[in-house]
């Protein structure tokens, strides 16, 4: 399976958002890939952050000097993923493509490979999975389901195969650095979600319900909604997103007691495996955009039930874009821009200390109304 491991070389020109109409320059960056199969043939499965901003790709397997040029044939930023087509259709071949297989469980010995800063050659490092739970990823600061493992994730492995028993259980995408031997990979079912995502023609299919919610773990606060005080489920609706999922179903003091047909803890978790628990964000990022969800509300004192359409998230403040330019508009040599995390970065490493308040307050807080869609400064 070895011979299925591939190095990614890109070559990328990003967006420069304080001067927006020009780009910040050429930058060559290296990361890693695994050979899989897909109904249109072989590919390489990588980092959508690999590959970010790209304008000239080129990927090389394991044991081989040649260099073949590459292009994105599908892109998920919000789950990191991205899957290439290589133009020479000699490229994979002899190469026997990684089957994808089922999320590990706590305590299993998986592999990491990859190629790392350091050397041009594979790196493989074992480790166990230590943790499974939602986690903000950083290329997109959404919550998805990610494992961490102990093995050595470093930069250079992004990308690469996280495998036990020949199968991909994951692909390596980012470390901690604040503690040792702390990698994150991207578990497989959100692998899985995104190649059938690329299947049905859609990038970045991860819905969300637009709600704000709050735990019910007061017994007083329960007792004050109506809820028993016994009960232990359910969680306090703070604010719908308007033209969300949930906008025009769910309201404001809504009690969220059911998911997909799974009780909802008053902490805000749900039944994931036999033992396990998880965010109750899970559940509804396993659907695809376009699909339909039932929940069960406590509403007036009695329990209601509604089956919601899942659209993508609807944000006052947009997510990191990438391969896109951005927008903007000059009159009278003042510069209006939509109001984004990528313009926020634009004050540097620890932007969220250095930024103005006034608009570091509207990123945190603040949500889409019915007269209020984007913010312009």
Known sequence: MLRSGVKVITTSDAPDYEQPWQTAGPDTSVGS????????????????????????????????????EASVEGVGHVCDLALLKVKDSGF?????????????????????????????????????????EMYPYA?????????????AINSG????????????????FEAMDEAENVGYMIGAPVVKHFLRDIERGVNDGFPDLGILIQALESKAHRQSLGL?????SGVLITGVVHGSSAHGILE??????????????????????????????????????????PVKVYRDGEERSFDIPLKAPRLLVAEDAYDVKPTYYLYGGLLFVPLSRDLLKTWGPEWWQDAPSEILSIYENEICTASRSEVVV
């Open 33 to 68: 890939g695994a050979i899989v199969m897909t109904p249109r043939g072989a590919r390489v499965l990588t980092n959508a952050h690999v590959v970010e901003n790209q304008v000239f790709i080129e990927v090389r397997r394991y044991g081989k000097s040649r260099k073949f």
């Open 157 to 172: 492995n992004s990308g690469g195969p996280v495998v036990k028993n020949g199968e991909i259980v994951g692909i390596a």
């Open 92 to 132: 994979a071949k002899g190469a026997p493509p990684f089957p994808i297989g089922k999320l590990p469980s706590l305590g299993d010995r998986v592999a990491a490979l990859g190629f790392p800063i350091g050397g041009d050659r594979l790196s493989i490092t074992e480790g166990v999975v230590s943790r499974i």
């Open 228 to 232: 028993s005080p016994k009960s232990h």
């Open 139 to 151: 290329h997109s600061q959404r919550n998805l389901l990610a494992v961490q493992i102990d093995a």
């Open 252 to 293: 404001e003091g809504d009690v969220l007691l059911k998911l997909d047909k799974k009780y909802i803890a008053a902490d805000g978790s749900l039944s994931f495996r036999k033992g396990e628990r998880i965010d109750m964000a899970h559940q509804v990022a396993k659907h695809h955009v376009g699909e339909t969800i």
